[in-house]
């Protein structure tokens, strides 16, 4: 397929239109379109195509309708460690789950039928505050004060990630990057939006 056709091809896929800046851009090794968000984005489609981006401290949640054929990814770093449920970070937190969750509905979703992903929260600095561990804190009280569950989760560690989400199918792929610049990737996810203990479900599926 040549470029040309690929353009054309991406431009004749509909996107929602808040998303309508989003570039679409051809992925061989998957043979399907792609888009790749950054920290403090989100994005919501109804289309066979991936969702990517690239996480350190940072998580992403994974939201679809299986139903309507509806879903999205985000992707946060809350922007400090004050565990008081009333704090600026929490409220950063929510506003970012919200925005994503009330798009799908917006979309035709129905949370009613919502199955929930989650991958991110590496311990990138080491030593000291483990600000994934945060992350991964806020994401689960979020989802079980919702009365949401989640599905299967590839979590913590210390290593950076790359994912790639399918809404239309809600196949999950992680890469585990290796990468031992890890205070880069935390940097960069700071930078963008100012449990040592890894887990996964058969559910998510690790690429190479």
Partial sequence: M??????IKALEMPKYPEFEHV??????????????????????SNQNELISTVLGSCVSTCIRDPKAGVGGINHFILPDTDCDILSAS????????????????????DPNNFEFKLTGGGNMMGAGIDIGQRNIEFIKT????????????????????????????????????QDTRNDRYHALEVQEQQRKHQTYSDDVELFD
């Avoid at 929510?94 to 035709?108: C, D, R, T, W």
């Avoid at 599905?151 to 399918?166: A, V």
């Fill in 90 to 109: 929490n409220r950063y937190g929510v506003f970012a789950m919200e925005q994503l969750i009330n798009s799908i509905i917006k979309h035709g979703g």
């Fill in 142 to 177: 979020f989802i079980a004060t919702e009365g949401y569950n989640i599905i299967s989760e590839d979590l913590g560690g210390t290593q950076p990630r790359k994912m790639l989400y399918n809404v239309t199918t809600g196949r999950l792929l992680v890469h585990k990057l």
């Fill in 23 to 44: 570039r679409r851009f051809w992925m061989p090794q998957q043979q399907l379109f792609g888009v790749k968000i950054v920290a403090g984005d989100y994005y919501v």
């Fill in 2 to 7: 040549g470029l040309s056709q690929n353009r």
